[in-house]
Nanobody, 124 residues
Framework: QVQLVESGGGLVQAGGSLRLSCAAS????????MGWVRQAPGKDRERIAA????????FYRDSVEGRFTISRDDAKSTVYLQMNSMKPEDTAVYYC?????????????????WGQGTQVTVSA
């Protein structure tokens, strides 16, 4: 099991930017496909971005495509989510998640390990 710790959340005005980081420990990071999942108040969790072990293949939910960028740095055992042009509807708790049972180029649709989450609030 890999341990995941998110950081970088906070309060930002609409149109602003934030970068979330997720530091992994406990296992070989390069063996894990990674993703970001968010949960807004009263709503289900939704996968918003994911990246394969290779770092080449990525997924973005339509609502964040073109504004958010996921990346990974295996040397630092860290995955990032750069969020630009943020909107009030991006307000949510953001979770880092991993899946260590996938092929090298597979983008994860489901996850096995989760971080504790970080709050992101976008004011109008």
């Amino acid at each position: 099991q890999v341990q995941l710790v998110e950081s970088g959340g906070g309060l930002v005005q609409a149109g602003g930017s934030l970068r979330l980081s997720c530091a992994a420990s406990g296992r070989t990071f390069s063996h894990y496909a990674m993703g970001w999942v968010r949960q807004a108040p009263g709503k289900d969790r939704e996968r918003i971005a994911a990246i394969s072990r290779s770092g080449v293949n990525v997924f973005y939910r339509d609502s964040v495509e073109g504004r958010f960028t996921i990346s990974r740095d295996d040397a630092k055992s860290t995955v990032y989510l750069q969020m630009n042009s943020m909107k009030p509807e991006d307000t949510a708790v953001y979770y880092c998640a991993s899946n260590g049972f996938l092929r090298f180029e597979t983008v994860p649709e489901t996850f096995r390990d989760w971080g504790q989450g970080t709050q992101v609030t976008v004011s109008a």
